[in-house]
């Protein structure tokens, strides 16, 4: 009777990990469109440029 409640623990803490491993394996997946996100930023001081102008900073033009 007192090993039952071991293995719901057991049971719970497994399922858990198999989550995160599952988690962790969409987490690599590359999403559309990520390339372009990173030709958005500064090349300078590495913030998101929005608009056509240059970056605040002054070192990173839009090209």
Request: charged share 20%; aromatic share 6%.
């Amino acid at each position: 009777m007192r090993g039952l409640g071991f293995d719901v623990i057991v049971k719970i803490v497994t399922l858990f990990l198999v989550g995160m491993a599952v988690l962790a394996m969409f987490g690599k997946l590359r999403l559309p469109g990520s390339k372009r996100l990173a030709s958005a930023k500064c090349p300078g001081c590495g913030r998101y440029r929005i608009g056509k102008g240059p970056c605040a900073c002054g070192q990173g033009g839009r090209t």
